[in-house]
């Protein structure tokens, strides 16, 4: 059986980082954009590197411009832009696709593992893309920047949170994954 720890992934310098590396660890990877609605989670996301680290969480960012172009930067520019603006700690690696024809083998495997369903048919989030992406309603694809899966020990899919969840809302479930 696949797990996250099968594959590698490109760090924003172009080396390659095997995610076996992180055996033992819990992971929380997510999609990010710094042109964003949800940018500022960066912040929460690593205040939530910091207070877990030492007990095992691991945060992994992956760039994408799939969606309203929010990520236009370069590699090098994204890094600057984390490290500066939010002070992220956590790895940022290199900008990748998560959906359509050029899906990231990670993002394939984690959409697989936990499809997600949006969470509820309310809010401004649902309608903005009931009315710009209605075909993704449904669907495995990734919403939006700033969607998180959390990842166990093991390298199995815990969970799916969907854009609109801020890292603080899930806090229990990574203090139940931590706890494995």
């Given at each position: 059986m696949t797990s996250v720890h099968d594959f590698s992934v490109k760090t924003a310098e172009g080396a390659e980082l095997d995610l076996g590396k992180f055996a033992g660890q819990v992971l929380l990877i997510v999609n990010v954009a710094s042109q964003c609605g949800f940018t500022p989670q960066y912040e929460a996301l690593e205040k939530i590197q910091r207070d877990y680290?030492?007990?095992g969480l691991q945060v992994l960012g992956f760039p994408c411009n799939q969606f309203g172009g929010q990520e236009p930067g370069s590699?090098?520019?994204?890094q600057q832009f984390c490290s500066t603006t939010y002070g992220v700690s956590f790895p940022v690696l290199a900008k990748?696709?998560?959906?359509?024809p050029e899906t990231a083998p990670l993002y394939r495997h984690l959409r697989a593992e936990?499809?997600?369903t949006f969470g509820p048919e309310v809010g401004a989030m649902y309608e903005f893309l009931?009315?710009?992406?209605p075909e993704t309603i449904g669907t495995d694809e990734i919403k939006w920047n700033f969607t998180k899966f959390l990842v166990g020990r093991d390298g199995e899919v815990i969970s799916r949170f969907e854009s609109a969840e801020a890292p603080d809302d899930f806090r229990a479930d990574i203090e139940k994954a931590l706890a494995h």
């Amino acid at each position: 059986m696949t797990s996250v720890h099968d594959f590698s992934v490109k760090t924003a310098e172009g080396a390659e980082l095997d995610l076996g590396k992180f055996a033992g660890q819990v992971l929380l990877i997510v999609n990010v954009a710094s042109q964003c609605g949800f940018t500022p989670q960066y912040e929460a996301l690593e205040k939530i590197q910091r207070d877990y680290a030492e007990r095992g969480l691991q945060v992994l960012g992956f760039p994408c411009n799939q969606f309203g172009g929010q990520e236009p930067g370069s590699d090098v520019e994204i890094q600057q832009f984390c490290s500066t603006t939010y002070g992220v700690s956590f790895p940022v690696l290199a900008k990748i696709d998560v959906n359509g024809p050029e899906t990231a083998p990670l993002y394939r495997h984690l959409r697989a593992e936990q499809p997600g369903t949006f969470g509820p048919e309310v809010g401004a989030m649902y309608e903005f893309l009931k009315a710009s992406r209605p075909e993704t309603i449904g669907t495995d694809e990734i919403k939006w920047n700033f969607t998180k899966f959390l990842v166990g020990r093991d390298g199995e899919v815990i969970s799916r949170f969907e854009s609109a969840e801020a890292p603080d809302d899930f806090r229990a479930d990574i203090e139940k994954a931590l706890a494995h």
